[in-house]
């Protein structure tokens, strides 16, 4: 399938991209050279007009993975799809666990200020890390490798009651699960005032997750249910499922969370990108009609106003976190007791051997050897001598399918 080659001009704005014969034409002359690697886009070395054709970019926004496509009147230029990071939350919990243990050592400290206010327009960290990305991906990358001309976004409004409970209607809306009822009071009702999986009656009963925070469940009452204190300690991180008892964990409800946070972001989407806007259902027609399946990549190729353009080979895009302040920890998971200092390369990072350049999968061996990906169909251990850095990786890191 066809693969695109980017091109810049002198004063590095891009162009319109240009096909592999001629960009492998325009290196061996020397009149291009290299800038980057995946996407390949090479910038040109001589002054040259600067014809443009309309380039319409469309996105399908999500939780966890963005679909882009940008499309000439004959051809598509550029697709893939975006995975989001999942460890946000985790990281910032961490966080907030070495800085309260931190400031228990401190209590003699005087509060400096009151920082327990939101700002107005504040969102999560996880959620704008999910706005940020959106916007990153389009003003930060596409738009330094195309000369958009057109941005349109896929917008849905997801009925959050709705999707707990596809038989509502009417004035239930304004009636929430726990209408007159504590939580725990809701709870002994609902599962008969006895251990839901041992079936254990006048013991102290404890409320507990079906599926574990730490397995992304949620504190809404649809993902409780009431357990005995050794049912609840052997569960442990389990799901209800996994412990044996899947009844149980039907009864726990689509988890509110993706459509939640599109929601709260869709429409600061559109804002920021300034960008036109259309619906899921019309989205869908389209795609049905051309005879498309449903992928991120089609929806994004539809939302651009794609019909019978020729298709590109698309990319998948990863975002990786160089941590460059962080030390490796020993095997019980102290530091730093292994070294004070980072190797020079971590995973993800470019690097050539043998005239190839291939991702890093880790070091090890003190730092002396390196190991590849995909070398030959499988990883390999290199002395790191023998490896040249092309490139960190950090940042939106573009990989063909």
Same mark, same amino acid.
């Given at each position: ?29 020397? +009149? ?19 014809? +443009? ?80 990305? =959106? ?73 507990? =997750? ?19 204190? +050794? ?52 989205? +869908? ?78 070091? =090890? ?37």
């Amino acid at each position: 399938m066809r693969v695109p080659i980017y091109v810049l001009n002198m004063r590095e704005q891009p162009l319109m991209p240009t096909t592999q014969r001629t960009g492998k034409k325009l290196l061996h002359e020397g +009149k291009a050279k290299v800038v980057q690697r995946c996407p390949f886009t090479i910038q040109l070395n001589y002054a040259t007009g600067e014809t +443009k054709q309309p380039i319409k970019l469309g996105v399908d926004i999500g939780y966890t993975n963005i679909g882009f496509s940008a499309k000439t009147d004959k051809l598509e230029v550029i697709s893939g799809t975006l995975a989001l990071r999942k460890d946000v939350s985790k990281k910032i919990e961490e966080r907030w666990m070495y800085r309260r243990t931190r400031r228990g050592r401190l209590g003699y400290r005087p509060p400096r200020f009151n920082n327990r206010t939101c700002p107005e327009g504040w969102l999560a960290p996880s959620t704008q890390h999910r706005l940020d990305s =959106h916007i990153r991906l389009v003003n930060n990358k596409l738009k330094t490798l195309l000369p958009i001309t057109y941005k349109k976004v896929e917008v849905a409004n997801f009925d959050a009651q709705k999707i707990q409970n596809p038989e509502i209607k009417g004035v239930e809306y304004q009636r929430g699960t726990l209408q007159g009822y504590e939580v725990r009071e809701y709870l002994l009702d609902k599962w008969g005032r006895k251990c839901a999986y041992c079936g254990k009656t006048n013991v102290p009963l404890e409320v507990e =997750h079906i599926i574990p925070k730490s397995r992304g469940g949620t504190n809404r009452v649809s993902n409780l249910t009431l357990a005995c204190k +050794k049912c609840n300690l052997k569960k442990g991180e389990k799901t209800a499922e996994e412990f044996g008892y899947p009844t149980i964990q039907q009864q726990a409800k689509k988890s509110l969370r993706a459509p939640t946070c599109i929601n709260s972001i869709r429409w600061r989407i559109v804002e920021q990108l300034a960008a036109e806007h259309t619906y899921g259902y019309v989205t +869908k027609y389209e795609r049905n009609k051309l005879g498309l399946e449903k992928s991120h990549i089609n929806d994004a190729f539809v939302i651009a106003g794609g019909t019978n353009q020729e298709r590109c080979r698309a990319y998948e895009v990863i975002q990786v976190r160089r941590n460059n302040r962080s030390l490796q920890k020993n095997r019980k998971g102290f530091k730093p007791s292994v070294r004070r200092q980072r190797y020079e390369l971590q995973p993800y990072d470019l690097v050539k051997y043998n005239n190839r350049t291939y991702r890093v999968k880790g070091v =090890h061996c003190l730092g002396k050897r390196v190991i590849l990906k995909n070398v030959n169909g499988k990883d390999k251990s290199v002395a790191i001598k023998k490896v040249e850095l092309i490139k960190y990786g950090k940042g939106l890191l573009f990989n063909l399918c």
